[in-house]
């Protein structure tokens, strides 16, 4: 199994790239055989336009690289910073860049990261307008992890005592979760009922 972490924050060291590496880690640790881990702050796309949809070379060599490894995959964990009660347009344009062929009926697990007590907007908004034509199902469960700064840190020093192990097995279950929901999925894309042509896109 291959489950894939998508960092959304354009900042390239960020609170979201840390905890997309601790993420990383916890998947090694026994949860999936393989992940890939792309960090929109380390690996910005230029905005979309439609040279996407008409095959630009520039923009189909661009895409290529994420796009495989994207389509390997069995499932996600979709990182997502609170910017202004908001979803970060990096991270919205990721989901205008990539469709149904890559994440279409896998299964996705939010993570919201905030500095203070926010971090329920972003999920609200991906959860309200990310999946339409791309496909991606996002499972039930999501976590928000505040005060963020005071977490997951590789510093045992600059981890809250109480805060930290909540969220590591908290972080720990909601994988465990997405792994099963992976298994399942996998079986009804096999069954061939998600390719229709007809029907393309979400309503």
């Keep these: 199994m291959k489950i894939s972490i998508i960092s959304g924050s354009h900042r390239p ?7 997309a590496r601790h993420i990383q880690a916890e998947l090694a640790a026994g949860i999936s055989e393989e992940s890939w881990l792309l960090d929109l702050g380390r690996t910005p796309f230029p905005l979309w336009d439609e040279g996407v949809w008409n095959n630009d070379p520039d ?15 069995d499932a996600f964990v979709i990182i997502t910073p609170e910017w202004h009660g908001q979803v970060p347009a990096g991270l919205k344009n990721f989901f205008l860049l990539f469709g149904k062929a890559e994440l279409g009926h896998k299964p996705a697990l939010i993570v919201a990261v905030s500095s203070g007590a926010g971090g329920a907007y ?3 908004e991906l959860r309200m307008s ?8 996002y499972i039930p469960d ?20 109480r805060a930290d192990p909540w969220y590591r097995e908290r972080l720990r279950w ?6 099963e929901y992976a298994a399942a999925l996998a079986k009804v894309r096999a069954s061939g009922v998600t390719e229709n042509d007809k029907f393309g896109f979400g309503m």
């Design 59 to 73: 923009w189909l060599a661009r895409l290529a690289p994420a796009r495989e490894q994207l389509a390997s995959s």
């Design 130 to 137: 990310s999946y339409k034509n791309c496909r991606i199902c």
């Design 142 to 161: 999501h976590v928000i992890i505040r005060e963020v700064e005071s977490v997951l840190n590789e510093d045992p020093e600059k981890n809250d005592q």
């Design 13 to 19: 060291d960020s609170q979201s790239g840390k905890v």
């Design 174 to 179: 909601s994988l465990g979760i997405l792994r």
């Design 122 to 124: 972003p999920v609200a």
